[in-house]
């Protein structure tokens, strides 16, 4: 089981950038993705992006597509969520979750971070 650690939440104006980073205590395995999902205030968790640790293939939700970057330093053990041109629906908890599915369903992650913050100011 990974312990998954997300850092670089914070508060932006509409249309500046956040990077999110997720670290793992585990390295991944052959067949491991990481996904990040959010929960806005009295919404339900909803998937932001995931990436696949080898080969790299990546996917995003369509609310975010063309504006977030996900991407893996291998090295690292960290995965990376690039928030650009943030709006203020943008606004929720970030989670990072490990799971062996190339999947857009939060029930196919096993380990989760604790989360991180993020808040966009109009």
């Known amino acids: 089981q990974a312990q998954l650690t997300e850092s670089g939440g914070g508060s932006v104006q509409a249309g500046g950038s956040l990077r999110l980073s997720c670290t793992a205590s585990v390295r991944p395995r052959s067949n491991s993705v990481e996904g990040w999902f959010r929960q806005a205030p009295g919404k339900e968790r909803e998937f932001v992006a995931l990436i696949r640790w080898h080969g790299g293939s990546a996917f995003y939700a369509d609310s975010v597509k063309g504006r977030f970057t996900i991407s893996r330093d291998n090295p690292k053990n960290t995965v990376y969520l690039q928030m650009n041109n943030l709006k203020t629906e943008d606004t929720a908890v970030y989670y990072c979750?490990?799971?062996?599915?190339?999947?857009?369903?939060?029930?196919?992650?096993?380990?989760w971070g604790q989360g991180t913050l993020v808040n966009v100011a109009s």
């Open positions: 979750a490990r799971g062996s599915q190339y999947s857009s369903s939060d029930t196919a992650y096993d380990d």
